[in-house]
């Protein structure tokens, strides 16, 4: 699959006369279109509701657009939840999906009214000391060993620190029962970033049977099954990307094989996709400002890590379009490197692209999820601007550029000093 950006280099070229690179750029048609094959996909469940990942795009303004298309989001700190509040989410459209929770975000997610998935047994006991425990609540799974799809690993849960085991599911369920909990839910996430429709149908499959178990031995009533996120995109352009239709079909097949015969046919199902919603509908333009020849051939741009770090942090391969160079051929190969004083300051490693000139425009593919979120501070890099390309063309900044000042703000007494 080509990747094409949402922008042509004529459309750049006019953002950039009010809007200087480096910036986040988002479309807005694409957002919604996806968020509407999502819930199509997932029709057929009368209960489902997506609950978007907010840590992966903490911006106001795509949460809006989001809950418009019917979704609620997906909070692990206080700030993501206050910002879920601001945002109009209400009663039961955050799910407050936390680990390593401090005692006044427990507080602060039952005030707002967020469904609490405890990540472990122990939280029970500091849930109901700081606000006592819900009517509705959920536990978030974790099978141990490793995780994999017909002969595939797709990932290590035994190595990873959420959830519990299946033990201790069962008597969190018991307890949380004693303690006045009427509606119960079962959450896991065992795979990040999968781009196999197989993945959430496997997943289904596990936690259905462990419902239908759990259900069976403690009596209690099993309303939602939260599948979380981990649906992935493509990054490279030679893969396919998931049909979010055959997933959700995929799943209906297992609710249809395990839980209807069970009775539990009124289970609602809830995803929490951060990368499936966004990431393909972001890009980070950034305009070419060196060309360097040494021992390899380096363009040097106006972005750095400071404004996507998966490359840096992940060695994550993000396609690049030169804009204007869609057709001319790759026979260059780069180094695109930011400016931090650290050397995995690259974009891309040995990639073939057309031949870059100062002053070229770049589009950084995929960074509309876990891309500016990441964003950071080093080297006195500063966070960039977030624009929104409308579905009528037009383009609005919703979030501003960091400014020196904004930097400094922490500091005691500093900057009335300078
Ligand atoms: C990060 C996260 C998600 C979203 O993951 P994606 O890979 O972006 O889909 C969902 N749920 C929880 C609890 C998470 O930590």
């Given at each position: 699959m080509a990747k094409v950006p949402f922008i042509t280099k004529e459309k750049a070229e006019e953002i950039i006369q009010k809007f200087p690179t480096p910036f986040h750029i988002y479309d807005e048609k694409g957002i919604r279109e996806n968020a509407r094959r999502l819930k199509q996909a997932f029709a057929w469940n009368k209960g489902f509701k997506e609950f978007f990942a907010v840590k992966a795009t903490p911006t106001p303004a795509i949460l809006q657009i989001l809950k418009e298309e019917g979704c609620g989001t997906d909070c692990s700190s206080y700030a993501e939840l206050l910002m879920s509040k601001k945002c109009g989410f209400g009663c039961s459209e955050i799910m407050f999906s936390s680990n390593d929770t401090p005692e006044e975000e427990f507080r602060f997610a039952k005030e707002v009214g967020a469904i609490i998935n405890l990540d472990d047994i122990t939280h029970i006991e500091m849930l109901e000391r700081v606000c006592g425990v819900p009517e509705t609540i959920c536990c978030r799974y974790n099978p141990g060993g490793k995780f994999s799809i017909s002969t595939t690993i797709m990932d290590n849960p035994g190595d990873a620190k959420y959830g519990m085991t299946r033990e201790q599911i069962r008597d969190a369920f018991l307890q949380l029962k004693a303690k006045g909990a009427r509606n119960f839910g079962i959450h896991s996430f065992l795979a990040s970033n999968t781009v196999s429709n197989e993945y959430y149908p496997t997943l289904a499959k596990i936690l259905f049977r462990l419902a239908v178990e759990l259900q069976q031995e403690t009596g209690v009533h099993i309303s939602f099954i939260n599948l979380s996120g981990g649906v992935g995109v493509p990054y490279t352009p030679d893969k396919e990307p998931n049909d979010i239709m055959v997933i959700g079909q995929g799943v209906k097949e297992a609710f249809e094989e395990i839980l209807v015969p069970a009775g539990m046919g009124d289970v609602s199902i809830y995803t929490e996709l951060g990368r499936f919603m966004l990431a393909p509908y972001g890009h980070l333009v950034t305009k070419a400002i060196h060309e360097k020849h040494i021992y390899k051939e380096y363009i040097g741009v106006d972005a750095c890590a400071a404004n996507l770090m998966r490359p840096a942090m992940y060695g994550a391969y993000h396609h690049i379009t030169v804009l204007g160079k869609?057709?001319?051929?790759?026979?260059h190969v780069y180094d695109v490197t930011g400016?931090?004083?650290?050397?995995?300051?690259?974009?891309?490693?040995?990639r073939s692209l057309p031949k870059i000139d100062k002053g070229d425009i770049l589009v950084i593919h995929d960074?509309?999820?876990?891309g500016f979120a990441m964003g950071y501070n080093y080297n006195g890099r500063l966070h960039s601007a977030e624009l929104l390309l409308r579905e009528d063309g037009s383009v609005i900044e919703i979030r501003r550029p960091e400014t020196v000042e904004d930097y400094f703000a922490t500091l005691e007494g500093f900057w009335d000093c300078i």
């Open positions: 869609e057709n001319a051929p790759c026979d400016s931090l004083c650290e050397n995995n300051d690259k974009f891309a490693i040995d960074t509309g999820a876990h």
